[in-house]
């Protein structure tokens, strides 16, 4: 189990984080060398969760709860700077086993649910080609605070190219890469419907529930931090559509509840990654079930290396009609590359 664990935060660390967070980086390979903070992280194992994401956020939130101790000294959200001096290594290991108890409990209680509002400059050229000019039903899997399904209200800059509102105090900057675009919809696709669901979808009202939100945003990462505040905002004065519990249970009622004459469209964002074989399996099932009686298009963005693939797939007559890359995308949506 240790063995198995110290390879995930080494991965995490080499691979995912190396050159978007020298401060987690270097701490997961520490952790992943220290048989006592691996033991320590076993509580969150067993329930599907990427571990090193759940510590690494159990120790943030509990600095932005107002925790003192010199490690924070790293954290720029609560006055530290990433790029400190010293190894963070040694303080990091402190402050741990000074809230082994209160870590144990976020790591046994807490989900990665990352509400990455970039991530909707990945899925709106999916959703415009899938929607061709039709009225579309919007649902998420795995929706966490719900903020990706009101994709409709913000700005968007994709190099030189502008869409969405120009006013919205959320405004979205995603780098396109290589020698296509992304095609841009001349208006968004007019969303009817619109439903979240998640084992435990966040109340955007609840200040504890969005700290654990602010806490799984990497720390060097200010302005995904920023972004994060303002769509926050925003959606207090509409709250979207959410609905706890397992999607595999409440997805039939969803289909029901959606109508009939618009393009059902199910978005997923590393959401199945954390599902077993056979829940995926489960899911398919669904979906081919459902596409007996009407089109579905599936817009998913779910972990590959090196770089997660934004796929459209549309099913109809029971059957996936056709599956196609779009684009290989940043894991956040700083990035597109358009196939």
Known sequence: MLAELAEQFRRFGERECAHVSPLYAQLAIGIANDTALLAL???GSGRGQPVPNLLLAAVQYLLLGG??????SFYPAVGGAAD??????????????????????LLATRLVQTNEVRRC????PAL???AADRPIALIEVGASAGLNLLLDTYGYRYGDQRIGDP????QIICAPRGMQLPPMPTQFPNIAFRLGLDLNPINIRDHDATRWLRALIWPEQTDRADLLERALLLAEAQPPPLRAGDAL?????AFAETPSDVQLCIVHTFTLNQFSPAMREQFTQLIAAEAQHRRIAIVSVE?????????????QHGTCASARELAICDPHGAWIEWQ
């Open 41 to 43: 992280a076993c509580a």
């Open 67 to 72: 925790e003192r101790h010199r490690l924070a």
């Open 84 to 105: 400190a001096p010293g190894d963070p290594f040694p303080p990091f290991r402190h402050f741990c086993w000074q809230h082994s108890v209160a870590i144990q409990h």
């Open 121 to 124: 400059a990945l899925t709106l």
């Open 128 to 130: 415009a080609i899938a």
């Open 167 to 170: 006013e919205s105090p959320v």
């Open 249 to 253: 249970t409440l997805l039939p009622t």
């Open 303 to 315: 972990w590959r290396e090196p770089f997660p693939p934004l796929t459209l797939a549309i099913w």
